[in-house]
């Protein structure tokens, strides 16, 4: 639980961000307004194409908003700054280099010395329990041991606000398990602030002091729910199951509605035979099972 | 080098130099193996051939590294800004189909009988080749690979040095590869054409003395060349990548 009196790290207000498509401009996010507090642990849920990732980008500097304000520290967010760091759903490590390269990297942009930033870089490996592969290349790693090394990436560059962009998606199950108990621990060690997107709701709730649903195309933010459970926390824990039900309810409609559309997009002229057999299956969904 | 390999050139030279003593031909169009050696070792003795050697690879290296940085510049600046790659990389498709031996008499007309008249004919072999597979480098470089290396602090100068280069070089590898083999055929056209010294001189002036040993000798040199470069340094930076990326082999 955050604790009230913490300073606000993050704050958007009233953002929207609109792209041009092929039939004119489409408005992936609507009058987003979210305030993050230092050290907190905000995820954010939605259906996919409800624009979490474009929101991420946003904080991140990587884009900017077409409307609104993204403020950092009460300044102005206007370009990617190693202060923001952020972890993607791939891995992006560098191929060229080795694992300890990698790490240094942020490092090596700020002018930081060879040995210095050597010694951090061993720092963070240990922290994330891969100091041994320290000269290996990236393709000699699993998934997990990417997403691990990335993350020692992010840490070393000492950013105030960490960015995770469904960071976890693509492992197994087993090791994305794992992951969580490890980034909760280095989360209560290093007291970074988080803002991480997932569509699993159980591993927002596992995760996050608060998490935000988002709603389907244009995103706006529809609930926040409040995760006051003990820590660490397991993704099987029983405790969990309240506040995933509220948070998966108040998601579902948005589910249905991403379904639904996106089903018209597919079908339409093309089988229309087939499309009353798939609209009855999403009714049916949509109806709680 | 494998046993059936060394078998395979062992019979190759014995063929050889059997069907040249059989007497079919006279030995100043079917020069003998042996005879071939002997020029050759006579030729590095007397330091001709090594003078030809040393003059073709001082004009190869100018003329390749030179193609190499300005290849590279350029295909960095067309792979980042279309407008480039919309006016300037078409024409460089187009030149590209041209071999570049074809610039001599332009090159004749420009520099007159001079160094740089061959110099500029080998660049216009190698820097196409270059720019147009590093410009393809950069082109299929993943977004994700920039938006890392920004939000890392990377910018400008260095965010080319760091992050677009070294993700673009396996292509600019196989441009690098093309662009000298390129650049070594042109140069030797070249050298073949007119140029004073040179092994492709050297070859002329085999065939004008009607020492076909010479000639052979010299395309030996030039065979030999081109198998160090290729085996010794291409194949061996292509390896290197393809362990690093873990590319398959």
């Known amino acids: ?289 | 080098m494998n046993l059936r390999r060394l078998v395979f050139f062992g019979a190759l030279l014995g063929l050889w130099e059997a069907a040249a003593r059989a007497g079919f031909w006279p030995p100043y169009i079917f020069p003998s193996f042996s005879s071939v050696s002997r020029t050759l070792l006579a030729g590095l003795w007397d330091g001709s051939i090594v003078l030809g050697v040393v003059v073709s690879l001082r004009r190869i290296l100018l003329a390749y590294s030179f193609s190499a940085v300005v290849g590279t510049i350029l295909g960095l600046a067309l792979g980042r800004i279309k407008a480039l790659e919309d006016t300037v990389g078409s024409l460089a498709l187009g030149l590209q189909t041209l071999p570049s031996i074809c610039w001599l008499p332009l090159a004749l007309l420009w520099f007159g009988l001079s160094e740089q008249a061959i110099l500029f004919v080998t660049v216009m072999g190698a820097v196409l080749s270059i720019t147009i597979a590093t410009e393809a480098g950069v082109r299929s470089l993943p977004p994700i690979y920039l938006r890392a290396g920004r939000t890392m602090g990377a910018r400008g100068l260095a965010l080319y040095r760091d992050v677009i280069l070294p993700a673009a070089f396996p292509y600019m590898v196989s441009g690098l590869k093309q662009g000298w083999s390129f650049a070594w055929r042109s140069l030797m056209a070249g050298e073949l054409l007119y140029v004073n010294l040179g092994l492709g001189q050297l070859l002329m002036m085999g065939r004008e003395l009607n020492d076909m040993g010479q000639v052979v000798a010299v395309m030996l040199v030039i065979i030999g060349i081109g198998v160090v470069v290729d085996r010794g340094i291409f194949a061996r930076i292509e390896q290197r990548i393809r362990s690093k990326w873990g590319l398959l082999a």
């Not at chain 1, 090791?175 to 007291?191: G, P, V």
């Open chain 1, 1 to 289: 639980m955050v604790e009230r009196r913490r300073p606000v790290k993050l704050v958007l207000r009233n953002v929207s961000k609109a792209f041009a498509g092929r039939n004119g401009s489409v408005t992936a996010l609507e009058d987003v307004s979210l305030e993050v507090r230092q050290g907190e642990f905000v995820c954010l849920v939605g259906p996919s194409g409800c624009g979490k990732s474009t929101l991420l980008n946003l904080i991140a500097g990587l884009e900017r908003p077409s409307r609104g304000e993204i403020l950092m520290d009460g300044r102005p967010v206007t370009g990617p700054a190693p202060e923001r760091m952020v972890l993607f759903q791939e891995s992006a490590l560098f191929p060229w280099l080795n694992v300890v390269h990698n790490v240094e990297f942020g490092l090596k942009q700020k002018g930081v010395p060879a040995r210095v930033r050597r010694e951090i870089a061993l720092y963070y490996l240990e922290m994330v329990h891969l100091r041994k592969f320290a000269g290996a290349y990236v393709h000699e790693l699993s998934g997990g041991m990417k997403q691990r090394v990335a993350l020692a990436r992010a840490l070393a560059a000492d950013p105030d606000v960490l960015l995770m962009d469904e960071p976890f998606a693509a492992l197994d199950a087993q090791t994305r398990d794992i992951l969580h108990a490890e980034l909760q621990e280095i989360w209560a060690a290093t007291r970074k602030t988080v803002v991480f997107i997932t569509h699993n709701v159980r591993e927002a709730v596992c995760l996050g002091d608060r998490v935000v649903v988002l709603t389907y195309r244009p995103g706006r933010v529809k609930a926040h729910c409040e995760v006051a459970l003990p820590r660490p926390r397991q993704i099987e824990d029983e405790g969990l199951l309240a506040v995933v039900a509220e948070v998966t309810a108040s998601l579902r409609g948005e589910v249905m509605k991403a379904l639904n559309e996106e089903l018209n997009e597919r079908v339409e002229g093309h089988e229309p035979a087939k499309a009353g057999v798939l609209r009855r299956a999403v009714g049916a969904l949509g109806s709680g099972r």
